[in-house]
Every structure is written in C-alpha cells, then in structure tokens.
C-alpha cells in the first residue's frame, strides 16, 4: 500500500527557510493532491497547503505568504518550503494525501509519520 | 483559535457510547457533506476513521459512525474500548480557497 515518509532538518534558525520532502511509495503520485499539515507540541492540526500531481497549488491564506509547495513526479515527492520561520512554526510536520481519487471526497487518507521541526537559534 | 468548534475532552466507560460534536459555519460544515474524522494517538500521526460525514475506509471499526445536521457534525463511537482512548478531530472541506478546516481537537479518556 502507499506509504509516505517525510524527511528533513529537525532544528532551523529563525527567519530562515525550513525545507521538508515527502517521498511517496508502493504507488504513484500522479492523480492526487498532496498536503502539507502542521501540528504545534500539544496543539491540533493546521493545513499548510496542498499540491496536486500537475503542479497546481493552494495555500491556506494565514501562510501562503511563505509557502512554496513543488512536486518531482520523476522521484515521486513533493516538498514545502515555508520561509522566515520563527518560534511559532515549531511543530510536527506531517505529509498527507487526499483520498479524493479513490474515495470521491475530500479527505486525508494516508499520511506520513510526521517530522518534528524546531525553530531554534 | 481552530475554524471548527468541538469539545476539549469527553469519557466514558468501557462498553458506553459516546459522541463528539463539532460544530462550525454554513461556509464549512453547513454547505459540504464532506467532514472527516481522524484518531490520533500520543506520538502517532492522525488516521482517517470517516469521510464524507459517515462513511468508514475499509478496516475501521464499525463502533464508529457519523453524522451531520445544519452546521455541526457528530462522531459517535459505540461499545468503547481501551483501545479507543485518543484524540479525535474533525475536519471539513471548506471550498477551493480555504479548502479545508480542522477542529481543535477532543481528547477521549476511557474511564
């Protein structure tokens, strides 16, 4: 089945760019839209922003601002890039797929472990 | 401050049943029948228990169930077991800008 593994730096200093790619295996990218959430220490899940297998993209308003999602079809991933980053983004990053091609609605239907990032000098 | 309202924390004992509400606007919950449900367990990422207001993936349980009415959602989870003790949140597809909004999150404790 699909399986989703997310990879990256753990700590990042403030007002830099924090760099994670989500690497998909046991299927193919193409036909989905891919999402990036977000969950703070002891806190619930925020959406980052989404990527679909053709490049499209939306971002959630409050961060859009700051985010680049992409997508590499020919190594099956797809990457966020939020930049200026302070304390405040300091969460569980998870990678997440929406099940919408296979369920017929939108809903997140596999996901990744999840990468703890630390905004920290 | 979460899009969706739901409860901080609901129990129950073994063998009752439960529901958690979530609650949000006609611009989310109230225009789409398309709210999910996610379990999460301490240090495990979220795993979908229903989508589309009240369908199951294959493998979940079938002591979990949902509803809507207006602008609130419902997950009910009947026969409660151990096993059942997480954090549960609801999510519903907003429209292609916001796309989609998460509630905070409620935490049930099996007594």
């Known amino acids: 089945q699909v399986q989703l593994q997310e990879s990256g730096p753990g700590l990042v200093k403030p007002s830099e760019t924090l760099s994670l790619t989500c690497t998909v295996s046991?299927?193919?990218?193409?036909?989905?839209?891919w999402s990036w959430i977000r969950q703070p220490p002891g806190k619930g899940l925020e959406w980052i922003g989404y990527?679909?297998?053709?490049?499209?993209?939306n971002y959630n308003p409050s961060l859009k601002s700051r985010v680049t999602i992409s997508v590499d079809t020919s190594k099956n991933q797809f990457s966020l890039k939020l930049s200026s980053v302070t304390a405040a983004d300091t969460a569980v990053y998870y990678c997440?797929?929406?099940?919408?091609?296979?369920?017929?609605?939108?809903?997140?239907?596999?996901w990744g472990q999840g990468t703890m990032v630390t905004v920290s000098s | 401050q979460s899009a969706l309202t739901q409860p901080a924390s609901v129990s129950g004992s073994p063998g009752q049943s439960i529901t958690i509400s979530c609650t949000g606007t006609?611009?989310?919950?109230?225009?789409?029948?398309?709210v999910s449900w996610y379990q999460q367990h301490p240090g495990k990422a979220p795993k979908l228990m229903i989508y589309?207001?009240?369908k199951r993936p294959s493998g979940v349980s079938n002591r979990c169930s949902g509803s809507k009415s207006g602008n609130t959602a419902s997950l009910t989870i009947s026969g409660l077991q151990a096993e059942d003790e997480a954090d549960y949140y609801c999510?519903?597809?907003?429209?292609?800008?916001?796309?989609?909004?998460f509630g905070g999150g409620t935490k049930l404790t099996v007594l």
């Open positions: 997440a797929r929406d099940g919408w091609a296979t369920l017929g609605a939108h809903a997140f239907d596999v």
């Open positions: 046991g299927g193919s990218i193409s036909s989905y839209y």
């Open positions: 990527i679909y297998f053709s490049g499209s993209t």
């Open positions: 006609s611009s989310d919950v109230g225009s789409y029948n398309l």
């Open positions: 589309e207001v009240s």
């Open positions: 999510c519903s597809y907003a429209g292609t800008s916001t796309y989609v909004v």
